[in-house]
């Protein structure tokens, strides 16, 4: 049995950082995780005047429920989504001037429906080049509040953004979602919002959030899930082989582990008890068909080991996975043909036929940590396979070919061109 250690969760560490900047008094966040996503949201936070103190394992963050401590401030998102839809809606909820710009592809990224919502709330924002993407500039003289409605079928980041403003607003907010993608990921940043004391209801498609703000606290910072689907699809993969992640059970907040589910399906064994879930490989990897419209991070993951299945594997209702750091499902589509695999795509579906992936063959990553980490996964049961930008893992795992070359060993060709 393999054991693995893996990181904190990129979406617990960020809702983390955003609410501890905006609780009253000092959190502590254990094991945050470390990587360009995460630094690039406490430097943000820093540049907006916040105190961020970090340590090995743990950072302490000085919570300002005023907003940020500058009146004005040029913030860099990097890459980072949810640095990028985050930081401008909790600088919104204070007093000042607030430009924010990103990488190239994030600046490709939509923000569109976030930034009508914020308006509608009164918020000064204005797009700078192209309406809907970074750069923008906030002018922010606090919320009121009030009801408004959101389209949230792009990407959930949008309705988290607004549910963490909610507690900082005068009046609270009532939201209404007309279509919501990914709603696993809305009830982490509930359960969230409520350990920093937040008060939310739910009925229906309508979210209403009390004034109440929130208040410091220690937060332990879960492994991530999404990071763990590699590790599981390994043994899926290979008769014989089992992985264990610790820190991911049963009361996990993470809807990702929603991919065990999927490989259970497929014929892997799992295991999930309170501390811990395991996976098995048993030879047998089985065709289907799967709707992950709520664990549409851990498409690539799927299609990457799809050739292997003894029949097609389509998945189904992904469409936000083409507004990701790339168009997920044609960079998939497209490096399994450069394997010679039989792909079909559609505007919101994949479906990938049974064949020998054949190397070698170089992967193109689009700049995608899931694109690396997933096609890492299909190397090693295809000799050759290189990535033309290995080092973009750092994103989420900086760490992740030595991990991962660790413990599948590094005969696979996937890793010539990452150590």
């Not at 839809?85 to 001037?97: D, E, I, K, V």
């Not at 899930?225 to 590699?230: E, G, I, L, V």
């Not at 996975?321 to 044609?330: A, G």
């Not at 054949?358 to 890492?376: C, K, L, N, W, Y």
Request: hydrophobic share 40%; net charge negative; aromatic share 6%.
């Amino acid at each position: 049995m393999t054991v693995i250690e893996i990181p904190g969760s990129k979406s617990v560490t960020a809702r983390a950082l955003f609410l501890a900047a905006a609780a009253d008094g000092t959190t502590t966040l254990l094991r945050p995780l470390l990587s360009d996503d995460t630094e690039g949201f406490a430097e943000g936070l820093k540049s907006l005047g916040y105190e961020v103190r970090q340590e090995p394992g743990a950072w302490h963050i000085e919570g300002r429920p005023t907003g940020p401590a500058v009146d004005a401030a040029d913030v860099y998102c990097r890459d980072g989504a949810t640095t990028a839809r985050f930081l401008p809606t909790l600088a919104a909820a204070g007093h000042g001037t607030f430009r924010f710009d990103a990488s190239p592809q994030m600046r490709r990224r939509p923000l569109g429906p976030l930034s009508t919502a914020l308006r509608s709330l009164g918020v000064d924002l204005r797009h700078e080049e192209n309406e809907g993407h970074h750069p923008l500039t906030v002018t922010a003289r606090g919320i009121k509040g009030g009801a408004l409605t959101l389209d949230a079928g792009q990407s959930s980041q949008y309705l988290t953004a607004l549910l963490m403003l909610g507690p900082l607003t005068a009046e609270g907010l009532a939201i209404t979602v007309t279509d919501l993608v990914s709603e696993p990921y809305v009830e982490i940043t509930l359960a969230m919002m409520r350990a920093f004391g937040a008060h939310i209801t739910q009925e229906g498609r309508t979210y209403t959030v009390a004034p109440t703000g929130y208040r410091a606290t220690t937060y332990a910072i879960e492994p991530d899930a999404s990071t763990s689907s590699y590790f599981f699809a390994a043994a899926a993969i290979e008769p014989g082989r089992t992985v264990t992640v610790p820190g991911l059970g049963t009361g996990a907040l993470q809807g990702d582990l929603g991919f065990v589910d999927v490989l259970r399906r497929m014929g892997a064994d799992v295991e999930i008890t309170d501390t811990a879930t395991t996976v098995s490989g048993t030879g047998t990897l089985r065709g289907l068909t799967v709707n992950m419209r709520d664990i549409s991070d851990t498409m690539p993951t799927l299609a990457a080991i799809a050739p292997f299945a003894d029949g097609p594997v389509r998945i189904e209702d992904v469409a936000n996975t083409r507004v990701k750091e790339c168009d997920r499902l044609d960079a998939c589509a497209e490096n399994l043909r450069r394997l010679g695999v039989t792909v079909a795509t559609g505007p919101d579906w994949i479906e990938i036929h049974p064949g020998t992936p054949a190397g070698p063959a170089e992967i193109a990553t689009h700049g995608d940590h899931r694109i690396v980490m997933s096609f890492a996964v299909t190397g090693l049961r295809t000799p050759g396979i290189t990535f033309d930008d290995p080092g973009c893992v750092r994103k989420t795992f900086p760490d992740f070919h030595r991990v991962f070359g660790t413990a599948f060993g590094t005969a696979s060709g996937a890793f010539t061109r990452t150590q």
